[in-house]
Every structure is written in structure tokens, then in C-alpha cells.
């Protein structure tokens, strides 16, 4: 069945960075594209970010467009998030998931009902 495990997540001042990183167990999760999400109490968990399979294409949210940055390693399968300029509204517990087989496209890649095997979060904390 494969898992994700998510961490790097801690508390940091708003301007910060952190890299949180997403590993594969018990399958590689090579042919999927994946992403980043985030969820604070009482809300929808929130897309965040997204790669394609192979690495060349990535979509983010408007939220994190230009800060964030989606980059993986299927010889390690591992997918990391780097989070540059952090701010207080970026704190929630950030999990990683893989997408069901298909190309990775605008339409899908925000829909967190495209993707399974969700990581069990890693908790971001931005100090103002």
C-alpha cells in the first residue's frame, strides 16, 4: 500500500524558512505525482502545492506562489517543500499525499479528493 511521512515542521519567527520533506515507505509512489496541502482547525484542508511525477511541472497556490518551492527525488522517494519569508498566515499542519494516476494539470492538482495516501501532518508554527 506504500506511506508518506511527512516532517521538518516546527515554530519559526515570520520571515523564516523550512524545509519539510515527505518520504515514501513500502512503495515508491515514482509514477504519481504528489502534493502539499494544509489544513488549521475548523477548516478544508488547502492545497498547497504539486509536482508531476517526473519533476518538470509544479503548480502552487496564489498564497505561496514565488515563497514556496515543490522539488522531488524518486531515487530517494522523497518530496521536499522549501518555505521561504513565512508568515504567521502559514501556519497549519502540512501534510503531503500522492495523486491518482494521470497527468498532473491545473484542473486536478488543487483537488485533494485526487489524492490518497495522506501522511499523518507535520505541524508549522509562524510567529509574528
Known amino acids: 500500500q506504500g506511506q508518506l511521512v511527512e516532517s521538518g515542521g516546527g515554530l519559526v519567527q515570520a520571515g523564516a524558512s523550512l524545509n519539510l520533506s515527505c518520504a515514501a515507505s513500502?512503495?515508491?509512489?515514482?509514477?504519481?505525482?504528489r502534493g502539499w496541502f494544509r489544513q488549521v482547525p475548523g477548516k478544508e484542508r488547502a492545497f498547497v502545492a504539486a509536482?508531476?511525477?517526473?519533476?518538470?511541472?509544479?503548480y502552487y497556490a496564489d498564497s505561496v506562489k514565488g515563497r514556496f518551492t515543490i522539488s522531488r527525488d524518486n531515487a530517494a522517494n522523497t518530496v521536499w517543500l522549501q518555505m521561504n519569508s513565512l508568515k504567521p498566515e502559514d501556519t497549519a499542519v502540512y501534510y503531503c499525499?500522492?495523486?491518482?494516476?494521470?497527468?498532473?494539470?491545473?484542473?486536478?492538482?488543487?483537488?485533494?479528493?485526487?489524492?490518497?495516501?495522506w501522511g499523518q501532518g507535520t505541524q508549522v508554527t509562524v510567529s509574528s
Open positions: 509536482i508531476s511525477a517526473g519533476g518538470s511541472t509544479a
Open positions: 513500502g512503495r515508491a509512489f515514482s509514477d504519481n505525482a
Open positions: 499525499a500522492a495523486k491518482i494516476k494521470g497527468r498532473l494539470v491545473p484542473n486536478n492538482a488543487w483537488n485533494r479528493h485526487e489524492y490518497f495516501s
